[in-house]
């Protein structure tokens, strides 16, 4: 799995603010839609891989259910960061999941928000991937989309077009921080694609169609009201195929099987 170079850099400097921009923000209320489907799939005692673990958000919530997670991520400042729970960082990200130490096998993994629309090689590190789970273990990763609607209407609004369009060119440059990374914006098929034969896809639903990207945050902290009735539209619509991939991510599980 390599990761590129500005995008190690880009959040190796945003590491110490990481939480007050992405974690914290009003409306990665997304982070509990995704922490709703987690608590559904994996089971107290398991051992699972977190890919781009950032500041252990996601690893301080699987240890209240009990789950023990290995993490990778470039850089370890972001893991850093975070303060509990104890991490075992396994491989850095800079190297391919292959090198891992030899004969452990996890019960799950998982890539919470956008890690994964970083990586070169899609298709290669779902193979990596498929080396590291035991058979029938889930995998959950929540990608960003080719297309999110609410974030075209606001650049559209705003006269930005080429901005609002800029994830239906498949890969755009987009700020971090004070950085710059490059970002991939697979389809849906394509994701599909890259983790077959060895995964199968087991549902898709989308997080943020209805509540507007992370960085409207300080909009949305003036309408707590309008925020709570479009997370209750959000919950009824983004299982619906029509609308799972028109959201800020759409969250994958698939489940290992014979390749």
Known sequence: MKIQGQTIVAFDKLAGAYDDLFARSRICIQREAVWEVLADTFHPGDAILTLNCRTREDARFLSLLDVSVVACDTPERMIDAGRNPPLEVEVPLTQPLSNRRPGALFDGALSNFSGLNSVVDLHRTARDLASMVTLGAPVVVCLSTRFCLSETLWFLFHGKVRKAFR??????VVK??????KIQYPALKKVKESFSPCFLMRSCKGTGVAIPPSFLDPISRKYPRVLGLLRRIDKGISHLPLFRSIGDHMLIHFERVEG
């Open 167 to 172: 994830r239906s060119f498949a890969i755009a």
């Open 176 to 181: 971090v921080g004070d950085g710059f990374v």
